[in-house]
C-alpha cells in the first residue's frame, strides 16, 4: 500500500493529495481558483469543496478574474441560488472583490505568481511533520500574506486560509515523511 498523507482518504481528495497540493504553481487562473476555493472552504471540510469544484468553475468563468471581476449584482443574486456552490453571500461577493483586487496586483507587480512567490524568497517551505495533525494552522508567513492580501482589499484571506492556499500552490510543501510525496 502506498503511503501518503492521512488526510487523503477517498477518490477525490486522493486525486487532489497526488497530483495538485503542494506542487508549486506559476498559473495566474490556479492561483485566483485556490484563493477562491480556500475562502470557501472556511468553516467547512476540504472534501466539501472538493466536490463542489467542478461548479465553482462553472459558476465563476473558469476562475478568469477579468471575468469574475465584470460580475454584477444580477450575477452574484443568481449565484446564490445554486446548489452546486457554498451559498454564502459573504463568500460569492469577496470572490467579485478579490478579482478586483487580483487584476490590481497583477497590475502592480507584473503578475500574481511575481507577487506571491515573494512571501518565500521563490522557494517552497518544505515540512518535516510526522502525522498531519503535526502541521501548523499558520506561520509568521501566512500571517504576513494574510495581512498583505487584507491591505489590498482582499477578503476571506486570514492567516489559516493564507496557509492552505500557500499549501494548495505549492508555497509550501507540507507532505508527512511517510508519504510518497514527501521530499527531505
Avoid at 137 to 162: E, N
Amino acid at each position: 500500500m502506498i503511503g501518503r498523507c492521512d488526510w487523503a482518504t477517498n477518490d477525490l481528495s486522493i486525486a487532489y493529495h497526488d497530483n495538485e497540493w503542494c506542487v508549486p504553481a506559476h498559473d495566474e487562473t490556479v492561483f485566483f481558483e485556490f484563493l477562491t476555493l480556500e475562502g470557501a472552504q472556511a468553516g467547512l471540510s476540504w472534501d466539501t469543496i472538493l466536490r463542489k469544484r467542478d461548479r465553482y468553475r462553472e459558476v465563476f468563468a473558469h476562475f478568469d478574474p477579468r471575468r469574475v471581476a465584470r460580475f454584477d449584482r444580477t450575477r452574484v443574486e443568481k449565484i446564490l441560488t445554486d446548489p452546486g456552490i457554498v451559498r454564502n453571500r459573504q463568500k460569492v461577493t469577496s470572490t467579485v472583490s478579490n478579482a478586483k483586487a487580483f487584476l490590481r496586483v497583477q497590475d502592480e507587480f507584473g503578475s500574481f505568481d511575481a507577487y506571491v512567490w515573494r512571501f518565500v524568497d521563490g522557494t517552497p517551505v518544505r515540512g518535516h511533520w510526522k502525522r498531519s495533525s503535526d502541521l501548523p494552522a499558520s506561520t509568521p508567513i501566512s500571517d504576513a500574506l494574510s495581512k498583505d492580501l487584507r491591505k489590498r482589499g482582499f477578503g476571506f484571506v486570514g492567516t489559516t486560509i493564507c496557509y492552505s492556499f500557500m499549501q494548495a500552490v505549492g508555497l509550501v510543501d507540507d507532505h508527512i515523511m511517510a508519504c510518497f510525496k514527501y521530499r527531505k
